[in-house]
C-alpha cells in the first residue's frame, strides 16, 4: 500500500471529522460517572430515570470533552430517544441537581440544544423540548442520536435516499473538475478498500469509503453540495448497519468504487453518475427495496 495511502487514511480518522472513534464509544454516561448517585433526583424527572444508562452510551468526540460536551451528549440523546418528550419542561435547576453540574454548564449545554432545534427558551416560558419537526435533522450530532436510537430504521431510510439524491449528481460534476490529486486520493481509498476486504476489515473499509464520499462532493465546484460532506461522513459513520452498496465490504463494491475513479479520470461525466447510481442501490435486506431506487414505503 502507498504511503500516500496511509497518510490519508489516518487523515481521514473519526477524531479529525469530529465522529467517535473506537477508544471514545464506551465513555460513560452521567449516570455511570462518579458521584452520580449521589443525592436525589429531582421528581420531574422520574420518568426518564430507568432510560438515563440505556441512553448517552455513545460519545462523539466533538462533545465528549468535559461537562459542558457530555450534558449536551446525554440531553440530546434523551430527547432524540423520545425519553424527554416534546413539550417537556427542562428547569436549570433541575438538571443541575441531577446531573451535579453548575448553572454555567447547564446554560451552555441548552444553548447547544437550541442552535440544533431540539428545544426552545421563552420568557415567561421556560426551555421547553421542541418538536421533531423542529430538530435540524442535518445536524452530525443528530444523526448520530437517532442513529442509535429507537428511530434508527427510519435514520437509516433517510440517509439513504438522501445520499442516493446527491451523490450521483457530486460524481457527476467531479467528473468535469478532477484534479491530479484529488483523483490519486480517491484511487488511494480505493486502495485501501480492496485492502479491508481481503483482510475482512471492515472499519478500515468504512473511514476509506467515508473518505472517498466527502471527496466526492468537495471537488464538484458546488459549496452547497461541499457543506454537505459532513453530513454523508456522519451518515457513513453512525448507519449501524449497511444502507446501500458502498457500505457492504464486498469486491462488487470495491469494483464500483473504482469505476467511479476511472470515469472521473477520463472526464467521463454520465459514466460517473452512473456507477455511483450502481454503488448506492438500496441494500436488499431491506423490506420493499428496488434495485436502483429508493425503497417505496406507505405514508
Request: proline share 5%; aromatic share 4%; net charge negative.
Amino acid at each position: 500500500m502507498s504511503t500516500l495511502a496511509h497518510t490519508t487514511m489516518t487523515a481521514a480518522r473519526p477524531a479529525d471529522s469530529g465522529l467517535a472513534g473506537s477508544g471514545e464509544l464506551d465513555r460513560y454516561s452521567y449516570a455511570d460517572a462518579p458521584g452520580a448517585g449521589r443525592g436525589s433526583a429531582p421528581s420531574s424527572w422520574d420518568g426518564a430515570e430507568a432510560e438515563i444508562g440505556r441512553v448517552g452510551r455513545r460519545a462523539a468526540g466533538n462533545r465528549g470533552r468535559g461537562l459542558h460536551g457530555q450534558l449536551v451528549q446525554q440531553l440530546g440523546q434523551m430527547i432524540v430517544s423520545g425519553d424527554l418528550g416534546a413539550d417537556r419542561p427542562l428547569v436549570p435547576e433541575e438538571i443541575g441537581q441531577r446531573f451535579e453540574v453548575s448553572r454555567t454548564v447547564v446554560r451552555e449545554s441548552l444553548r447547544v440544544l437550541e442552535a440544533k432545534g431540539l428545544v426552545s427558551a421563552r420568557p415567561n416560558v421556560g426551555t421547553r423540548v421542541r418538536p421533531v419537526s423542529d430538530w435540524n435533522l442535518l445536524d452530525p450530532d443528530i444523526i448520530e442520536w437517532r442513529a442509535f436510537g429507537p428511530q434508527r430504521d427510519d435514520q437509516r431510510r433517510e440517509l439513504c435516499e438522501l445520499r442516493w439524491t446527491i451523490e450521483p449528481l457530486a460524481a457527476r460534476l467531479a467528473a468535469g473538475h478532477g484534479r491530479e490529486e484529488v483523483q490519486q486520493r480517491l484511487a488511494d481509498m480505493v486502495e485501501i478498500m480492496a485492502h479491508a476486504l481481503t483482510q475482512g476489515d471492515t472499519l478500515t473499509f468504512s473511514r476509506a469509503d467515508a473518505e472517498f464520499h466527502g471527496l466526492l462532493l468537495q471537488v464538484g465546484g458546488n459549496r452547497m453540495l461541499e457543506h454537505l460532506a459532513g453530513i454523508v461522513a456522519a451518515a457513513l459513520h453512525v448507519s449501524g448497519a449497511p444502507v446501500s452498496g458502498c457500505d457492504r465490504l464486498t469486491e462488487a463494491g470495491v469494483a464500483h468504487h473504482r469505476r467511479i475513479v476511472e470515469a472521473i479520470g477520463e472526464g467521463d461525466a454520465a459514466e460517473s453518475e452512473a456507477a455511483m447510481r450502481q454503488l448506492l442501490t438500496v441494500h436488499p435486506d431491506l423490506d420493499h427495496a428496488e434495485v436502483g431506487v429508493p425503497a417505496p414505503r406507505e405514508h
